[in-house]
């Protein structure tokens, strides 16, 4: 069953500070990998969108890295601000079913003062 | 940018009523997705369609259809409307291809009476 985990569920840091989200992911055959990030009662937005063949992709301040081998991802955010505060989503598509992405659970960031 | 557009924002309807859901893409793209995301949880694959024709068919309810018309807007027809059909529905929409983002909409939350 394609299944994706994230970690932490939930983190709380000070503005300012650096923080990295994790993701893993079995998905099967993959396609590719996506960071959204969802404010509260908004739509997801796409951050990154990475492919087997791509390791690390930058945003501004935020940095994915994709590991296809171990099948993990990092979501690092840089210098973070007051409005980073809000759900970090991976979403990963398995070839073939470019419509069925595989949600994970989410990481809930709050930034604070 | 223009970005996806879905309305109504809020709807409110009871038990065995019906609701259609509207998603207007973004300009040129011929790629639309719907899903539906519980309180607290992650969005669920409804349906997909590709130039005016479904293309993929996720956990959608035997209750509710979909099309897309000739302007690639979408429409979500929801009958014999439910408790457990209470949630926010997003449309995204891409310009085709399996490594393309989504671009997600703000979406419709439906509360069931």
């Known amino acids: 069953k394609n299944q994706v985990e994230q970690s932490p569920q939930s983190l709380i840091i000070l503005e300012g500070k650096n923080c990295t989200l994790q993701?893993?992911?079995?998905?099967?055959?993959?396609?590719?990998l996506r960071w959204y990030k969802q404010d509260t009662g908004r739509g997801p937005v796409s951050l990154t969108i990475?492919?087997?063949?791509?390791n690390t992709k930058s945003n501004g301040r935020y940095t994915a890295t994709l590991d296809a081998d171990t099948k993990q991802s990092s979501l690092h955010i840089t210098a973070s601000q007051l409005s980073d505060s809000a759900s970090y989503i991976c979403?990963?598509?398995?070839?073939?079913?470019?419509?069925?992405?595989?949600f994970g659970t989410g990481t809930r960031l709050q930034v604070t003062l | 940018a223009a970005g996806v557009i879905q309305s109504p924002r809020h709807l409110i309807k009871e038990k065995r009523e019906t609701a259609t859901l509207k998603c207007y893409p973004i300009?040129?793209?011929?790629?639309v997705y719907w899903y539906q995301q519980g309180p607290g949880q992650d969005p669920q694959f409804l349906i997909s369609?590709?130039?005016?024709?479904?293309?993929d068919k996720g956990s959608i309810p035997d209750r509710f259809s979909a099309q897309q018309f000739s302007d690639y807007h979408s429409e979500l027809n929801m009958s014999s409307l439910e408790l457990g059909d209470s949630a926010l529905y997003f449309c995204?929409?891409?310009?085709?291809?399996?490594?393309?983002?989504?671009?997600f909409g703000d979406g419709t939350r439906l509360s069931i009476l």
């Open positions: 995204a929409s891409s310009l085709g291809g399996k490594s393309q983002p989504q671009h």
């Open positions: 993701c893993n992911y079995t998905v099967s055959p993959f396609s590719n």
């Open positions: 990475m492919t087997f063949s791509e």
């Open positions: 979403v990963v598509s398995a070839t073939g079913t470019a419509s069925k992405l595989t």
């Open positions: 300009p040129r793209h011929d790629t």
């Open positions: 369609f590709y130039e005016k024709m479904q293309s």
